[in-house]
Nanobody
Framework: VQLQASGGGLVQAGGSLRLSCEAS????????MGWYRRPPGKQWELVAA???????KYEDSVKGRFTISRDNAKNTVYLQMSSLKPEDTAVYYC?????????????WGQGTQVTVSS
């Protein structure tokens, strides 16, 4: 599966961004999809995940601020980010997810940089 994220940019604290990620494959609707981020100098971390049934999971620091959604007809997963904070600065990636802890499954595709200024 090939993955390409887009929609990042530079935004002031308190602002919003909407990320998109298009995935290849004819069975996208069956995928568990996740958004991950890699802050500067740190390892990647799960931000949010969405199951094939539409149920979702969020990392504690983004609950109430970020919303993950999917459009199976477009093979696309979205991440609506609001009330952004400087600590949200990172390269954001999408990936298929697996397992109890939503580990990334495929090779990382193109990420998108999100920079939040204070």
């Amino acid at each position: 599966v090939q993955l390409q994220a887009s929609g990042g940019g530079l935004v002031q604290a308190g602002g919003s961004l909407r990320l998109s990620c298009e995935a290849s494959g004819s069975t996208f609707s069956s995928y568990v999809m996740g958004w991950y981020r890699r802050p500067p100098g740190k390892q990647w971390e799960l931000v949010a995940a969405i199951n094939s049934d539409g149920s979702t999971k969020y990392e504690d620091s983004v609950k109430g601020r970020f919303t993950i959604s999917r459009d199976n007809a477009k093979n696309t997963v979205y991440l609506q980010m609001s009330s952004l904070k400087p600590e949200d600065t990172a390269v954001y990636y999408c990936n298929r997810a697996y397992g109890t802890y939503y580990y990334p499954y495929d090779r990382w595709g193109q990420g998108t940089q999100v920079t939040v200024s204070s």
